[in-house]
């Protein structure tokens, strides 16, 4: 029985997810942006329009934080092995304009943004408080199925 074409560019891409590693897909981007804790969230919004991008990843000093939704993404040193930095969150441009948007009337949102630091508006937006990370040895379609998976529920659950 012959496959029509949709089926068969299925197929295909299928192949390809599968046999693909995160790190084949990865090679040739630009290094990780990412702000510090203790950054305001002036200077996190000029991190964003800077590189493009609509979220940043938030880094503090190992262990003396909780991760965003618990997690423990951790950077480690890659010569002598010892942790550097602890990913705490994720904050987006949503984050900051809910941010914004709770400041009351007559507030100096100028002066708020310069002073407030980003560590404080994590979790503005749900999106901020999950972290993932993605082992780069991995196919890409496995992690990608492990991220659109994890926490959906089935309906009769």
Partial sequence: MLQ???EKEEMD???ILKSTKVSE???NKRRLVEVPYTASV???LNALLANNILAVPVAAPPGQWIGAGGSMILESDKLTGSVRKQYIGMVSMLD????VAE?????DIEANLMSVPVSAIIGRSLEGLSLWSINPDTSSR???ENVFYKNVGHEGE
């Avoid at 900051?96 to 941010?99: A, D, F, M, Q, W």
């Avoid at 400041?103 to 507030?107: A, E, N, R, S, Y």
């Fill in 4 to 6: 029509n074409q949709p």
């Fill in 13 to 15: 891409a299928n192949m």
């Fill in 25 to 27: 897909v990865i090679q």
């Fill in 42 to 44: 002036a200077d996190t």
């Fill in 96 to 99: 900051i304009l809910l941010h």
């Fill in 103 to 107: 400041c009351g009337p007559g507030t």
């Fill in 142 to 144: 496995l992690q990608a």
